[in-house]
């Protein structure tokens, strides 16, 4: 079992940046690929970011170039440098976590935290 916790979400202006983290339990952090995931209200749970456990890493296109995911082992941890902040990126952004899957398809992570919001201002 894993268990996920994002933080580092709040209200910020275009053009600025925010650093998200998703901490999980576990021994065998290692071992999972990370994903992040975005819900704007009233739209579908959109893929972001996802990094294997050897560290490849993919983004969707509308990030691509202003985020980056990354992972500390011996930390536990997972983050999502988000620069260049646009408001179309307000939604609430979540983190999941697969020990056999590497991909950008919701439904094939097993373990997801409870979000962290991000909102954009013009």
């Known amino acids: 079992q894993v268990q996920l916790v994002e933080s580092g979400g709040g209200v910020v202006q275009a053009g600025t940046s925010l650093r998200l983290s998703c901490a999980a339990s576990g021994r065998t952090f290692s071992r999972y690929a990370m994903a992040w995931f975005r819900q704007a209200p009233d739209k579908e749970r959109d893929f972001v970011a996802v990094?294997?456990?050897?560290?490849?890493?993919f983004y969707a296109d509308s990030v691509r170039g202003r985020f980056t995911i990354s992972r500390d082992n011996a930390k536990n941890t997972m983050y999502l440098q988000v620069n260049s902040l646009k408001p179309e990126d307000t939604a609430v952004y979540y983190c999941?976590?697969?020990?056999?899957?590497?991909?950008?398809?919701?439904?094939?992570?097993?373990?997801w935290g409870q979000g962290t919001q991000v909102t954009v201002s013009s």
């Open positions: 990094i294997s456990s050897n560290n490849s890493t």
């Open positions: 999941a976590a697969d020990r056999h899957y590497y991909g950008r398809s919701s439904s094939q992570y097993n373990y």
